[in-house]
């Protein structure tokens, strides 16, 4: 299941007349979403991961782990302020039947 939109950012392109350009298969659109387009949307409403990251009592870099490894808890933060859910961002973090994070194996 993806979010409406992460389709209006990724579309599929499946349809296209273009032959292999442009596709996405339905395997990459479950894929999670590019840290670059994750910290422009929080640009967007005003946000930086710094200024993120102070508002919530967490060290001025601490936000920046979530595009390295799983920190629920700043998935969480991020997630709210872009009106997202946190398993739509980093689908590959979460079940996909629950929602439920994964758990380190």
Known sequence: MTHA?????????????????????RSSRLSDWPAAYIIAELRLRG???????????LGPTRLSDVFR???????????????IPAFTLWPS????????????S
Do not use: C, M
């Open 5 to 25: 939109y992460y389709d209006e950012i990724f579309p599929d392109t499946s349809s296209s007349s273009q032959g292999n350009i442009g596709r996405r298969s």
């Open 47 to 57: 946000w930086s991961l710094r200024k993120l990251s102070a508002a919530h009592g």
């Open 69 to 83: 490894q799983s920190f629920p808890e700043g998935e969480a933060i991020i997630a709210e302020v872009l009106g």
């Open 93 to 104: 973090r979460y079940d996909k039947q629950s929602g439920e994070g994964k758990v380190a």
